[in-house]
């Protein structure tokens, strides 16, 4: 079946405008998570998504950044007013929540911001 | 919260020999400890994982082993192959804290011809 889709794959935007990512998770997955991974550093979590449930955002690194998920499927990673420290890769991942554990991670979007 | 150290940051071993990646958490109440492999420009992947009621697991010849006195986990890899080249990550999941996971910082492990 599908994957955990993302887009756009590549994103470059000028400092101070704002951003919408996307991801797909897999169908039926009721947990969805977003994690930020700079150059050459490990997987700093953003926000985390479980049903109905309110969402975990004590990984977002600012008032700049916020989430939505919409009908429990697709969600949106918005960052407002970029700034280059915000130039990463963008992951979202998905899991079939409850207790398992296995998270399975989209491609990526690449941001850049100039 | 969860905080885990990863070391080493970067390990080349030739290839046939074994690797071993050491990881640490910092609370006691993680149950779940999962290893993520992330070729180059991919996304990560799982490649095994470990709960809380088991001290160690193999697949192949991957194994992990845990020590839940100490907190800390353990990557092992034997008959290192050239496309076990990669960046693997350890991770741990709070017991009650839903599915978050808190990564290590990575390892990138060279397996040398």
């Known amino acids: 079946g599908a994957g955990v889709s993302q887009s756009p794959s590549n994103k470059v935007t000028e400092k101070g405008k704002d951003v919408e990512l996307r991801c797909d998770p897999i169908s039926g997955h009721t947990a969805l998570y977003w994690y930020r991974q700079s150059l050459g550093q490990g997987l700093e979590f953003l926000i985390y998504f479980q049903g109905n449930s309110a969402p975990d955002k004590s990984g977002l690194p600012s008032d700049r950044f916020s989430a939505e998920r919409t009908g429990g499927s697709v969600s949106t990673l918005t960052i407002q007013r970029t700034q280059q420290e915000d130039s990463a890769v963008y992951l979202c991942?998905?899991?079939?929540?409850?207790?398992?554990?296995?998270?399975?991670f989209g491609p990526g979007t690449r941001l850049t911001v100039t | 919260g969860e905080n885990v150290e990863q070391h080493p940051s970067t390990l080349s071993v030739q290839e046939g020999d074994s690797a071993v990646i050491k990881c640490t958490y910092s609370d006691s109440a993680s149950n779940y400890f999962p290893w993520y492999k992330q070729e180059l420009g991919k996304r990560p992947q799982l490649i095994i994982d470990i709960r809380s009621n088991v001290g160690e697991k193999k697949d192949q010849r991957i194994a992990v082993t845990l020590n839940k006195t100490a907190k800390h986990f353990s990557l092992h890899i034997t008959e290192t192959q050239p496309e076990d080249s990669a960046v693997y990550f350890c991770a741990a999941k709070l017991t009650g804290g839903g599915n978050k996971l808190t990564f290590g910082t990575g390892t990138q492990l060279k397996v040398e011809l």
């Open positions: 991942a998905s899991s079939l929540g409850g207790t398992t554990g296995e998270q399975y």
